[in-house]
Nanobody, 123 residues
Framework: VQLQASGGGLVQPGGSLRLSCAAS????????TGWFRQAPGKEREWVSC????????YSADSVKGRFTISRDNAKSTMYLQMNSLKPEDTAVYYC?????????????????WGQGTQVTVSS
């Protein structure tokens, strides 16, 4: 099982980025997958999750209305569209997958992790 995150970068406040998480070695659509982020000196924070099977989505209050999680089953890839970015969104973003279809917010509930991609929001 491998997860490969990409798409991070430097963006100005109010800008947008789309993160991708390419999955291999398992059937992405069957399992819950999510995004977390970790800023320097802070704990890893849950951002968003999409259920396996019926793709119901959940997001943290801090990103609700600005970030959208989605999944392309044919490409075995998960995405995080980030709009209206703020400096406080600056962090390393990680994608992760569970061994079950239901979402969770705790990092320990996720078995497999990608390597992380840096997002920096600054003018």
């Amino acid at each position: 099982v491998q997860l490969q995150a990409s798409g991070g970068g430097l963006v100005q406040p109010g800008g947008s980025l789309r993160l991708s998480c390419a999955a291999s070695g398992f059937t992405l659509e069957r399992y819950a997958t999510g995004w977390f982020r970790q800023a320097p000196g802070k704990e890893r924070e849950w951002v968003s999750c999409i259920n396996g099977g019926v793709p119901r989505t959940y997001s943290a209050d801090s990103v609700k209305g600005r970030f959208t999680i989605s999944r392309d089953n044919a490409k075995s890839t998960m995405y995080l569209q980030m709009n209206s970015l703020k400096p406080e969104d600056t962090a390393v973003y990680y994608c992760a997958a569970r061994l079950t279809a239901g979402c969770a917010t705790q990092p320990g509930a996720y078995r497999n992790w990608g390597q992380g991609t840096q997002v920096t929001v600054s003018s």
